[in-house]
């Protein structure tokens, strides 16, 4: 689990960059979609 949330982190900082090809605007949103899930599950983890 710490791994995978070292890789999204790793794949955020990489979207930085401006999305050159379709393929990067749909793993961004993929990747943003993820982080989402993570933190609703740190959520309601901490409550």
Known sequence: ML???KQLR???A???A???TGFDT???RFSL???IITNQDRFLRSS
């Open 10 to 12: 790793f794949r955020l």
């Open 18 to 20: 401006p999305a050159q």
């Open 33 to 35: 979609i993820a982080l």
């Open 3 to 5: 791994r995978l949330k």
């Open 26 to 28: 749909g793993r961004r």
């Open 14 to 16: 990489k979207n930085k």
